[in-house]
């Protein structure tokens, strides 16, 4: 089994930062995927970022220039650092990991972006 544990959530102002934590443990393997994806009210989750173990990383075009997704495999941990924030950003945001064709998820994180 695997488990997930986002931290660094919260409410900032338009136009700040925030740098979301995910803390994967249980079985990983090496060639797990790791990502972020947000769900706001009344719309589907979609995927923010993505990044392999080898580094290959997506990015939503809504958030390219902005976020920044990093990983550190030794510790199983992947980061999304958010900068630049719009209140279109506000949104629960979710840790995920695909492996040998299995999903997991956290418990997901609040960021809101408001004055």
């Known amino acids: 089994q695997v488990q997930l544990v986002e931290s660094g959530g919260g409410l900032v102002q338009p136009g700040g930062s925030l740098r979301l934590s995910c803390a994967a443990s249980?079985?990983?393997?090496?060639?797990?995927?790791m990502g972020w994806y947000r769900q706001a009210p009344g719309t589907q989750r979609e995927l923010v970022a993505r990044?392999?173990?080898?580094?290959?990383?997506y990015y939503a075009d809504s958030v390219k220039g902005r976020f920044t997704i990093s990983r550190d495999n030794a510790e199983n941990k992947v980061y999304l650092q958010m900068n630049s924030l719009k209140p279109e950003d506000t949104a629960v945001y979710y840790c995920?990991?695909?492996?040998?064709?299995?999903?997991?998820w956290g418990q997901g994180t609040q960021v809101t972006v408001s004055s």
């Open positions: 990044i392999s173990s080898g580094g290959r990383i």
């Open positions: 995920n990991l695909v492996q040998r064709f299995q999903d997991y």
């Open positions: 249980g079985s990983i393997f090496s060639s797990a995927v």
